[in-house]
Structures are given as structure tokens and as C-alpha cells.
């Protein structure tokens, strides 16, 4: 699991122009409970959310989440992520 000496901020909001980077480290933050609590689901989330903005280590950290999580949590994490793009454009 890699990690990130670039803490995410509390209360930094991730929208629509939310850049790879930022959305990389909030799945950073939940991986590892570094300024968040651990949460994989979010994890899966967030990672693949900046792995279709082209964050290539994104790519690897989904995978790594995605064989922590059992099939209904990677469901769960997907759906989150679906229902976000929504939310943020």
C-alpha cells in the first residue's frame, strides 16, 4: 500500500475539477486513516474515481482495495463512485 506524506485537509470538498492528485490522496486518507477514518469502501471509491481521470497509481491501489473488499463492498464502492460523478456535475 503506498503512502502519502501530503495529508488531505478536513473539509476539502472534491468536485467535478477535482484534480487526480486530490482525489488519489483522499483514497490515500481512507486506506490508511491518515486524517480520515479507515474505510476500504471509501478507499475503492476514491481511487477509482481518480483511475478514470487517468492517475495511473490509482489503477494499482483500486486493485489492491478491490482484493481487501468482498464482491458486495466492491458493488458498494462502485456505486458510490457512479453516484458522485452524478452529484458533481
Do not use: C
Amino acid at each position: 500500500m503506498a503512502y502519502s506524506d501530503i495529508p488531505v485537509a478536513p473539509g476539502v470538498l472534491l468536485g467535478a475539477h477535482s484534480q487526480p492528485d486530490d482525489l488519489y490522496r483522499a483514497g490515500l486518507a481512507y486506506a490508511t486513516g491518515t486524517g480520515a477514518e479507515i474505510n476500504y469502501v471509501e478507499a475503492h471509491k476514491w481511487f477509482n474515481l481518480a483511475a478514470v481521470r487517468g492517475h495511473e497509481e490509482a489503477r494499482a491501489q483500486r486493485q489492491d482495495m478491490a482484493e481487501m473488499l468482498s464482491s458486495d463492498e466492491v458493488k458498494q464502492a462502485l456505486q458510490a463512485a457512479r453516484d458522485w460523478l452524478k452529484l458533481a456535475h
